[in-house]
Every structure is written in structure tokens, then in C-alpha cells.
């Protein structure tokens, strides 16, 4: 079955420590995206990739980084310098053919969540 | 000017009823306005999309009303089930050919037996 792949469902991080969400797609998507979720705030975009080795951050990139290396995974690490990572983290990925009003959907994986100990 | 504004936060409408979800934004560049359904601890999944160039979209039980120059819109869900409990998360983008999405705060849901 197609689809994106999320891991681990719930991560557990100590203070200090920088931690690693997995994401991975086999759907051939050329763009994957990252978002936060938090209570009563929506999904706030992290950061996205349109194409391999290239990523531009979102609205909130700040304590977050992404590699890009294959198309099929976009890792997204919670720094130390994330001074409230305690959340649900989205991954999504949708096509990008180029052509404006082409069907582009964004598909979800099921989601990490992320807590401080 | 990014901002997409959703309300009510919270709904509660018996089993039956109609569920009506509103949305407005701001930036008129944005083309592409999906909605989308998200169960507790589960990602969200596509429901219903709409683009500008219609005034309705209608799917099964649920529609998308889009009033352009009101810069609003608004999910409709009729005949509402216990099975529709969940939250839903307006959601628009200029569509250059991949999905940077802004989202409403969401709406939580409740369908009463």
C-alpha cells in the first residue's frame, strides 16, 4: 500500500537532548512537508522540500532541521534550541507537477508525538 | 494576510442535524481551499477540496460553499452521524503546483447519538 510512514508514534526526550522524527513515502512524491501541531493553534508549517537536496523553512523553523538526501525520506530533528518541543509532528508529502491548478493533495502520515521528560 | 480564520472551536449537533463549519482569509492570491478530517491521534485526511472558480462543491454529505467576494467558506455536513465526530481543519494555499498550506485552527466535533 501507498502512503507515508511516520516513526516512532510517541518519543520521549530529556532536556538538552536533540531527537529525530522519521518520515518516509512511497508514493513518488517530489514535495514532503513538516508540521506542528499543537492544541487550539492548527498546523503551523516547520519545513518543506520541493525537490531532493533542497528544503526551505517554514513558518516556524526555528530549533528544527531537515536533510533531504532521498526522495522518499525527509527526517526531521528536534534541536536542543527548540525551547517547547512538546507536540504532535505532522509529515505530508504531495506532488509537484509544475503546472498551477494541477491536483496536488497533501497526504498525512499518522504522526509523532513528542514529549519532554 | 496568511492567516486563515475558522470558527466555532467546539460543535455539538445531534445525530440528524447539519454541521456548518466557517472559514474566512484574507490573502487573495490563495486558489485552493481543502478541507480536512482528522480522528484523535490519527494525521488528517483530505475531505473535500475546493477552487475558487465555483461557488459549491458537493460530495456525498458534505458540501463546500465558497462566497469569493466575502473571502469565505464554509463546510456544511448533512444528516450528521456519530461517525462524524472529529476534528476538521479549513485549509488554503496559492496553488504554484505543490500544497504550502495554511490552516484554521480547527473544529472539534461532536455528534450526539
Known amino acids: 500500500d501507498g502512503g507515508i510512514t511516520q516513526s516512532p508514534k510517541y518519543l520521549f526526550r530529556k532536556e538538552g537532548q536533540n531527537v529525530t522524527l522519521s518520515c518516509e513515502q512511497n508514493?513518488?512524491?517530489?514535495?514532503m512537508y513538516w508540521y506542528r501541531q499543537d492544541p487550539g493553534q492548527g498546523l503551523r508549517l516547520i519545513y518543506y522540500?520541493?525537490?531532493?537536496?533542497?528544503?526551505q523553512k517554514g513558518d516556524i523553523a526555528e530549533g528544527y532541521s531537515v536533510s533531504r538526501e532521498k526522495k522518499e525520506s525527509f527526517p526531521l530533528t528536534v534541536t536542543s534550541a527548540q525551547k517547547n518541543p512538546t507536540a504532535f509532528y505532522l509529515c505530508?508529502?504531495?506532488?509537484?507537477?509544475?503546472?498551477?491548478?494541477?491536483?496536488?493533495?497533501?497526504?498525512f502520515g499518522q504522526g509523532t508525538r513528542l514529549t519532554v521528560v | 494576510q496568511q492567516q486563515v480564520k475558522q470558527s466555532p472551536q467546539s460543535l455539538i449537533v445531534q445525530k440528524g442535524g447539519i454541521s456548518i463549519i466557517n472559514c474566512a482569509y484574507e490573502n487573495t492570491a490563495f486558489d485552493y481551499f481543502p478541507w480536512y478530517q482528522q480522528f484523535p491521534g490519527k494525521g488528517p485526511a483530505l475531505l473535500i477540496a475546493i477552487r475558487p472558480d465555483v461557488s459549491e462543491k458537493k460530495e456525498g454529505r458534505f458540501t463546500i460553499s465558497f462566497n469569493k467576494s466575502a473571502k469565505q467558506f464554509s463546510l456544511h455536513i448533512m444528516d450528521s452521524q456519530p461517525g462524524d465526530s472529529a476534528t476538521y481543519f479549513c485549509?488554503?494555499?496559492?496553488?504554484?503546483?505543490?500544497?504550502?498550506?495554511?490552516f484554521g485552527t480547527g473544529t472539534r466535533l461532536l455528534v450526539s447519538p
Open positions: 505530508a508529502s504531495s506532488r509537484t507537477t509544475g503546472t498551477p491548478r494541477a491536483n496536488t493533495e497533501a497526504f
Open positions: 508514493l513518488n512524491h517530489d514535495a
Open positions: 485549509a488554503a494555499s496559492v496553488n504554484t503546483g505543490f500544497q504550502k498550506l495554511v
Open positions: 522540500s520541493q525537490i531532493v537536496n533542497d528544503f
